[in-house]
């Protein structure tokens, strides 16, 4: 693990940690979010009277596995009792799904749980009815100038980042950094980040249709019995790739997978651009499913439970978690000959085309956050 201070580097942030293990009330996990927050303290980005954001991801409908609305209450309190006025939020997504314009997205909020009579908080969608309302972040970085993020995120005075560590097809995992980038983002910014196409394996597919009734934009159909892409169509939303049984719908990972991962660091490093000092972050690396929570289903963990952790610093929180589940056992029953082994990267394991720690090394390298860190238990 990277706690170790170097002496060519200044003092590492603090990552706060809190083990999964409850043997009492004092040590439940409500309990152990409180005293996370207080660790923090959130008071030192949330300042009286502001409308703070708490970003959260409601989870695709169907999916089982995102933040407990319980836990989300605990930090609405806990943001009220620094001063704070707080709202959950969330971005329009780009795929066709249940969260694609803000009616829908407010029903599967409601429908997993995060009604404001338990979270007791309202939930305001950053980007619109549609999708169309954010603001351009001026970034000056390789992959982009500036950046388009949902504008209530963007204005919020103060923010709270609370994201489930998981796996993702595309990006290896998903934390803080990627809620930051494909959460804080408009459909208009989820289009730049992925900025890619996809192409079809004839050979692979069976002409099942399910990437065509997936596809937003009506790119795929069927000739002949096999998928065809329509590449001027194609917005790279990838849902086909993640509908596809036999993956003959896919991407040319050696060419796109590094922009694309340095696109999604560019974007996470615009939605707090300018305001680090009002943004905090709580990871929950509990339920760790090979998949992200956009989709309509949760898989069986690639680890056990590891805790949950908190931070200033999106890119020590996430390295922390990732290294965390690197010690830890793997569970995936896909691969028997890793169950139980040790030290190993779990979502590389899953996900062999991703390389999920290049969120890390660019983020640090853009001043993002950093990858050095002193983990602190509580």
Known sequence: MRQIKREDT???????????????????????????????????????????????HFGELGNDTYVNPAFVRQIVDKV?????????????????????????????????????????????????????????????????????????IRRAPSMVVVSHFKGHEMAGFGGAIKNLAMGGASPRGKRAQHATHVGVDKTACTGCGKCVKACPQKALSLSGGKCAADVGRCIGCFECITVCPTKAVDMDWATELVPFMERLTEYAYGTVKGREKSVCYINFALNITPDCDCAAWSDVHLAPDIGILASHDPVALDQACFDLVKAAPGLNPGTPEMRLKTDFDKFAERWPKTRGEIQLSYGEEIGLGSRQYKLVKI
């Open 10 to 56: 200044p003092t590492p942030p603090a990552v706060y940690y809190a083990d999964p293990r409850t043997r009492s009330h004092e040590e439940s996990k409500i309990s152990k979010i409180a005293r996370l927050c207080d660790a923090l303290p959130l008071k030192k980005c949330v300042k009286k009277n502001d409308l703070t954001a708490v970003k959260i």
């Open 80 to 152: 009220k009792a620094a001063g704070g006025k707080p709202f959950l939020t969330d971005s329009a997504t780009l795929y066709s799904g249940s969260r694609r314009n803000a009616v829908d997205h407010l029903r599967t909020a409601y429908m997993h749980g995060f009604a404001p009579s338990v979270v007791d908080a309202p939930i305001i969608i950053a980007d619109g009815i549609y999708g169309e309302n954010d603001v351009a972040v001026r970034i000056n970085c390789k992959r982009f100038k500036e950046v388009h993020i949902a504008r209530e």
